[in-house]
T-cell receptor, first 115, second 114 residues
Framework: GAVVSQHPSRVICKSGTSVKIECRSL??????MFWYRQFPKQSLMLMAT?????????EQGVEKDKFLINHASLTLSTLTVTSAHPEDSSFYIC???????????FGQGTRLTVV | GENVEQHPSTLSVQEGDSAVIKCTYS??????FPWYKQELGKGPQLIID?????GEKKDQRIAVTLNKTAKHFSLHITETQPEDSAVYFC?????????????FGTGTQLKVEL
């Protein structure tokens, strides 16, 4: 149990285009999902927290108009990188938690390359 | 906010030896401490966690200890195997509810050599 699936695992896009990354909880209802960004050989940096049916809460310094997060159902959250630039290239990871359950389970990550 | 420090940043051990990774945290409100293993190109995998009402927890070759007074917790891996090679992250968060955020340590690259 507690499987989180992230899609796609890798994506290459051109500068100026938008990319959508999906995060699904396959066998549980995720009331809260988190989106992280990870640079090579660095730790995970929390970008935003999303609760089902509510607007996402962004961490300081994260542009909410650039990184659009939608958590429309209890099993799906999406991150859209709008007008992508090469500096947006990174490893993006989602995690999900059940209501009133502490453990957070992570997706397999998405390697975004903007050319 | 919470600050989690993790040491060492790299650790090489011989197969069969033990490995210990240590973390300290700053926020006394933190009472949940998970450890994650991340293999190259993959997302972190929860391997063990501990809550503040417990001082030690074991799961086969893996154990975690917690000293709330000193605000530090450690991961112990015994009888290391090559497949234990990965990056390990500690984290801390308050326990109250599913919306609380994890604060991660900086990671430890563990290499188990044959």
């Amino acid at each position: 149990g507690a499987v989180v699936s992230q899609h796609p695992s890798r994506v290459i896009c051109k500068s100026g285009t938008s990319v959508k990354i999906e995060c699904r909880s396959l066998d549980f209802q995720a009331t809260t999902m988190f989106w992280y960004r990870q640079f090579p050989k660095q730790s995970l940096m929390l970008m935003a927290t999303s609760n089902e049916g509510s607007k996402a809460t962004y961490e300081q310094g994260v542009e909410k108009d650039k990184f659009l997060i939608n958590h429309a159902s209890l099993t799906l959250s999406t991150l859209t990188v709008t007008s992508a630039h090469p500096e947006d290239s990174s490893f993006y990871i989602c995690s999900a938690r059940r209501y009133r359950v502490t453990e957070a389970f992570f997706g397999q990550g998405t390697r975004l390359t903007v050319v | 906010g919470e600050n989690v420090e993790q040491h060492p940043s790299t650790l090489s051990v011989q197969e069969g030896d033990s490995a210990v990774i240590k973390c300290t945290y700053s926020d006394s409100a933190s009472n949940y401490f998970p450890w994650y293993k991340q293999e190259l190109g993959k997302g972190p995998q929860l391997i063990i966690d501990i809550r503040s009402n417990v001082g030690e927890k074991k799961d086969q070759r893996i154990a975690v200890t917690l000293n709330k007074t000193a605000k530090h917790f450690s991961l112990h891996i015994t009888e290391t195997q090559p497949e234990d090679s990965a990056v390990y992250f500690c984290a801390a968060s308050p326990l109250t509810g599913g919306g609380n955020k994890l604060t991660f340590g900086t990671g430890t690259q563990l290499k188990v050599e044959l």
